[in-house]
T-cell receptor, first 119, second 112 residues
Framework: DTEVTQTPKHLVMGMTNKKSLKCEQH?????MYWYKQKAKKPPELMFV???????INESVPSRFSPECPNSSLLNLHLHALQPEDSALYLC??????????????????FGEGSRLTVL | GQQVMQIPQYQHVQEGEDFTTYCNSS?????IQWYKQRPGGHPVFLIQ?????EVKKQKRLTFQFGEAKKNSSLHITATQTTDVGTYFC????????????FGSGTKLNVKP
């Protein structure tokens, strides 16, 4: 069982809809990530929050808006998406830098993902 | 920019045969991790390699990190049907701690 919980598991939305993906972890991790994964492709980094501050934005279109309300929660707000945005959206967490040096930074714990279909 | 290449893209083996996937980075890595993603599932961490020339074993799986910390391999001895999935390497660089550079993945299919 994964210790990173994502909801919803499946989401179908129209191009004019506004929806949100949610992610929660209780491992005390201080880095949280959003990845997008298309079929037969590796996870593609979208955003990283470190200590609840946005530290990496991989030039993601503004129709995706991340939010980190606290150290356990991560949201991804979706608005005016395109059909090509249909994908598996994975949330992940890791210990973050304060746990030690960069070498000890720890692995990514992924949630089961939210399968998004944009009509 | 930073890239991690992974080969082969696909591998079909008979159960009991060995399997190897290779990753090559364009720059020196601080460490490299390996993940397995089962069909319909999410990536699951397997192992992290940190030291130059490091070799780690997990039962039938052997992981290596090159001397120059630019390449890595995962070798599975005597594959089983439970090994089916896509294996990704993910490298970290010294100057961007929170970013993992994923290889393109190797999809392993094992015929019983």
């Amino acid at each position: 069982d994964t210790e990173v919980t994502q909801t919803p598991k499946h989401l179908v939305m129209g191009m004019t809809n506004k929806k949100s993906l949610k992610c929660e972890q209780h491992m005390g991790h201080r880095a949280m990530y959003w990845y997008k994964q298309k079929a037969k492709k590796p996870p593609e980094l979208m955003f990283v929050y470190s200590y609840e501050k946005l530290s990496i934005n991989e030039s993601v279109p503004s129709r995706f808006s991340p939010e980190c309300p606290n150290s356990s929660l991560l949201n991804l707000h979706l608005h005016a998406l395109q059909p090509e945005d249909s994908a598996l959206y994975l949330c992940a967490s890791s210990r973050g830098r304060s746990a030690g040096t960069a070498i000890e930074g720890g692995e990514l714990f992924f949630g089961e993902g939210s399968r998004l279909t944009v009509l | 920019g930073q890239q991690v290449m992974q080969i082969p893209q696909y591998q079909h083996v008979q159960e009991g045969e060995d399997f190897t996937t290779y990753c090559n980075s364009s720059t020196t890595l601080s460490n490299i991790q390996w993940y397995k993603q089962r069909p319909g599932g999410h990536p699951v961490f397997l192992i992290q390699l940190v030291k130059s020339g490091e070799v780690k074993k997990q039962k039938r799986l052997t992981f290596q990190f090159g001397e120059a910390k630019k390449n890595s391999s995962l070798h599975i001895t005597a594959t089983q049907t439970t090994d089916v999935g896509t294996y990704f390497c993910a490298g970290r660089v010294y100057y961007n701690f929170n970013k993992f550079y994923f290889g393109s993945g190797t999809k392993l299919n094992v015929k019983p």
